[in-house]
């Protein structure tokens, strides 16, 4: 992701990004634990080889701070750049909703907090 929105690392020059705030997959993980998205991509059985993983993981997370909730149909359009040889998706899908979904929950119960 460069600068919060997310771009095809394969066309990106690394001199575009001077100055810019870049995320990587290796961003998403910010202590000893994984990130919820790969925790649910773990849970979730969505990785195999693991070469589609990382743009997986960065799309998920864009989609997912743009639309916490999206549905399957979102989901697979988030996704449609992505070409998995290993799945048939199904578990991909899955882990971005129930994703999706736990972030839902953390964001309902920080809100109960601050009442």
Known sequence: ???????????????????????????????????????????????????????????THALLAEKPHPDRGEIHTAIAGHLCRCTGYENIVSAIKAAGDEQGKRDEQLTLNAE
């Open 1 to 59: 992701m460069v600068d919060g929105k997310a771009v095809n690392a394969c066309l990106m020059f690394a001199a575009q990004l001077d100055g810019r705030e870049v995320l990587t997959v290796e961003g998403l993980q910010t202590s000893a634990a994984l990130h919820p998205i790969q925790e649910s991509f773990k849970a979730h059985h969505a990785v195999q080889c693991g070469f589609c993983t990382p743009g997986l993981l960065m799309s």
